[in-house]
């Protein structure tokens, strides 16, 4: 990870070179991470779909909770149930289910998102019928107050029905301390992100995504108990003034750190984002009272919305320009995965809206697979070398 | 040989009068002093009628657009803008449209406000938000969560609470107050229609079929936008009339029926026509199809008019589950006995499309009927493979064995 740390000081280097390593290890084979949890506690692991699965519930049932997010290896056995016109997080998970990867798990659940996530649900339930599977059927219209109240019923259904197959019950106490340990996690990957706001050289852009990819990954009190250890030492990195080109990230799914990592050989940095395996996973906590059920569904209700939500209020457009005013960006890059309906609607008017606030921004279309980066090199240095120019003159 | 031609449906040319006669007082209705809602095919239009509001279905007009081959031109007015081909063409082909006036139409009239009920996708909630932006105008939503399973209480509360937010932000928009008195005649309206509508799909059960769902495809244009309003009872009265006239006549829509299939999924517009002359050919009925049930599958009740649209809306087959669909494809395959399916894969809508394979398999274990995939757009002909879309149809038709007597033949 040496090369990924440049800026910071030899001291401080090594403490957060091994939480970043340690870190690395769980995304890189998070499928082990689970096996090995298993074989430790002697608990049980669920997979996830998309960040708004109430995971607390979850949590609160002693469960590990691990996001499913697509699949490294190209498809083969998912040709036979999906399109090749839907996008390759459902292709991808769906494949590697059929090759028996998730064997491990004792769950899958869903809550609903977009149109494929919902089908892909159906999909699911019949081809592992041994497997427990449950949908939350989430609102798409987040800001009315009628939703909030169809939510938390949604979720105590889901929470009666996870009691009935654990033979358990899942106490407004256990939960209220899965809310509080929830919190304290997005608390302190939001305190990261502060953080390289302010000094981005202190940590690159690649860490920063696999330390909220890891967050999917694990219980949440042990991410926390690392991104704390990272905090501390980061905190000691002094600032270094640098004339490096300030870059936001923008989108969906993201899990391809070559991507990020290209900025860093460019002389970029990433200075914030918004993407669904980045700032959107975490932003928003639980309000501090009311019952536990109902402040779960506000807080996935009032968090920033991925497109496949309706909102009323939420200015998608003056929310990304705002971030690249606050985070002194000089502009997006927005990593898109392509066969993604909700943010192929909303680019047009968003990038619109970019240009005609001055910030340069390019698109990039993403898939699940690792394909081949020098098409997206030759396109990223030439931006990365347009906003050099812009910035330095 | 020359191939042997059914005689029209006369009530064809009725649907294009009434058709015509709807866009022309769509067009003046801002002159008239009438204010106009775009409204999605999912959408409660009920309650637009019940408030003289005038509603306009770009989903209509974008199929329209697909039938006059514009499709491919529209939709790339609105790539240039951004929009990415990969999304649903009818979007692309409305958004085209209304930005360059293009259509056989000239276009539609610019709209006071929408409203959008998002149980045919997600995508038309993305559709609507781009439209309001673009207008810069009100959006009026309804959301009516998706049914893996069973309709819960909790979901239709919440649907019905909505149902009643929508109505004051109407209100509130249009500066009149909503009769719930005029409510209950617009949905008793649309019930006599709804269930016409079902009588007249059911008469394809007969064989040889009196109709396809091809001919339906077209009949359903005023079901779906004029549904509610009284003249439709008259006309589906009509052509209910004349299908049993046929049927006593012993009229066949393919003489010499010969094979009858299940089309799952949407029309694919442009080839409409050339199609049905294939399947003439074929002597192959597409005695049935989800897509014009759906119009058919709505249970209304003027009683409890809130209530009725309430579940009507949150019970539409698109938004149900696989399961739920593939159950209802195989009411279908028995009750017009059916011989194969053909799946309309279509690029342009996945929530409908993303299924089908395990559905297809669903149906061989259920019913033993075979079926095939064909891939396809229902607008965006660039897309479109012709030959081998023809080839794939015309082997399976090939190796179909019709389970009864063959009729006129």
């Known amino acids: 990870m040496i090369s990924s740390m440049p800026h910071t000081q030899e001291g401080e280097r090594a403490v957060a070179e091994s939480v970043l390593k340690e870190i690395s290890q769980i995304t890189s ?3 082990e ?12 692991a669920f997979g996830y779909f998309c ?16 996001r499913i997010l697509g699949d490294k290896e190209n498809v083969s056995l998912a040709d036979a149930h999906v399109q090749a016109f839907i996008c390759s997080l459902v292709r991808t998970s769906l494949d590697a289910a059929l090759k028996k990867k998730f064997d491990f798990l004792d769950g899958v659940v869903f809550p609903h998102t977009c149109d494929s996530i919902q089908n892909l649900a159906d999909i699911w339930r019949r081809n592992f019928p041994g497997q427990f599977t449950e949908v939350v059927v989430l609102p798409v219209w987040v800001d009315i107050p009628e939703a909030e109240d169809y939510l938390t019923e949604e979720i105590s259904r889901f929470r009666q029905k996870m009691e009935k197959h654990l033979n358990l019950r899942i106490s407004d106490e256990a939960l209220k301390q899965s809310i509080e340990t929830y919190n304290a996690n997005r608390t302190a990957l939001a305190d990261l992100y502060a953080l390289r706001r302010d000094n981005p050289s202190a940590i690159t852009g690649q860490s920063v995504l696999d330390v909220v990819r890891a967050s999917m990954c694990m219980r949440k009190e ?10 501390d030492e980061l905190r000691a990195v002094p600032r270094a003034d640098s004339n490096d080109v300030r870059i936001v990230l923008y989108g969906n799914a993201c899990d391809h750190p070559a991507i990020v990592h290209l900025f860093e050989e460019m002389g970029a940095v990433v200075v914030d984002d918004d993407l669904c395996t980045g700032s959107r996973s975490f932003l928003h906590i639980e309000p501090s009272d009311g019952v536990p059920v109902r402040r779960i569904a506000q807080r996935y209700l009032r968090r920033v919305p991925c497109p496949s939500k309706h909102s009323n209020d939420f200015d998608r457009r003056r929310y990304l320009v705002d971030m690249v005013r606050q985070s002194n960006a000089d502009g997006v890059v927005m990593l898109l995965l392509k066969f993604c309906d909700p943010h192929a609607f909303d680019y047009p008017d968003l990038a619109k809206r970019l240009s005609e606030s001055n910030i340069p921004h390019i698109l990039i279309e993403t898939e699940m697979q690792p394909a081949s980066i020098e098409q997206v090199r030759t396109r990223l240095q030439a931006f990365v ?3 050099k120019e812009k910035k330095n003159g | 040989m020359e191939t042997q031609r059914p005689p029209k449906i006369q009530a064809t040319s009725r649907a294009k009068d009434i058709m015509s006669a709807y866009y022309l ?25 019940a408030m003289d509001v005038m509603p306009v279905y770009p989903e209509n007009h974008a199929a329209m657009c697909g039938a006059y081959k514009m499709g491919a031109e529209l939709c790339e007015i609105a790539e240039g803008m951004g929009y990415s081909r990969d999304l649903c063409s009818y979007a692309r082909c409305d958004i085209g449209s209304a930005v360059t006036g293009k259509s056989p139409i000239m276009g539609l009239p610019k709209p006071d406000f929408l409203l959008c009920c998002n149980n045919t996708c997600g995508m038309v909630t993305k559709w609507y938000e781009a439209l309001a932006r673009l207008f810069n105008v009100p959006l009026v939503y309804i959301d009516t969560p998706f049914i893996h399973d069973d309709l819960t209480e909790n979901a239709l509360t919440y649907t019905k609470r909505q149902i009643f937010r929508a109505i004051e932000q109407m209100e509130s928009l249009l500066g009149t107050r909503f009769e719930m008195d005029r409510l209950c005649e617009v949905v008793t309206h649309a019930a006599k229609a709804t269930r016409l509508w079902g009588d007249i799909l059911a008469m394809c059960q007969h064989i040889p079929s009196p109709m396809t769902a091809f001919d339906g495809f077209i009949l359903m244009a005023p079901i779906v936008t004029l549904r509610g309003m009284p003249e439709i009872v008259d006309f589906y009265e009509l052509l209910k009339a004349e299908l049993e006239e046929r049927m006593t006549q012993g009229i066949a829509a393919i003489p010499g029926e010969r094979y009858r299939i299940l089309w799952d999924n949407l029309p694919v517009w442009f080839k409409l026509r050339d199609l049905s002359e294939r399947f003439l050919k074929l002597k192959t009925c597409i005695a049935a199809s989800t897509y014009v049930s759906g119009w058919a599958s709505y249970e209304l009740d003027g009683k409890e008019p809130i209530d009725a649209i309430a579940r009507a809306y949150s019970c539409a087959f698109i938004n149900r589950s696989i399961e739920y669909r593939a159950e209802m494809l195989r009411h279908l395959v028995e009750d017009y006995s059916i011989d194969g399916i053909i799946f309309h894969s ?3 809508c996945r929530p409908y499309s993303l299924g089908q394979y395990d559905m297809k398999e669903m149906l061989w274990e259920r ?42 033949a």
């Open chain 1, 29 to 31: 084979k998070p499928y």
């Open chain 1, 33 to 44: 991470y689970a096996r090995s949890w298993k074989r430790r506690t002697g608990g049980k």
């Open chain 1, 51 to 66: 960040t708004y699965f109430p995971e607390e519930v979850l949590h609160a049932a002693g469960i590990l909770p691990m």
């Open chain 1, 222 to 231: 042990d991410h926390t108990t690392l991104v704390k250890r990272l905090l």
């Open chain 1, 385 to 387: 070398e347009m906003l």
């Open chain 2, 25 to 49: 007082e769509a067009k003046n209705a801002a002159e008239n002093g009438r204010k106009t809602a775009w409204v999605n095919g999912g959408g409660l239009v009920e309650l637009l009628v």
């Open chain 2, 346 to 348: 279509n690029r342009s």
């Open chain 2, 367 to 408: 019913a033993r009927v075979p079926s095939v995939l064909v891939e396809a757009d229902m607008n965006d002909e660039r897309t479109f493979a012709e030959g081998p879309v023809l080839t794939r149809i015309e082997a399976f038709i090939e190796t179909l064995e019709p389970k009864r007597a063959v009729g006129a």
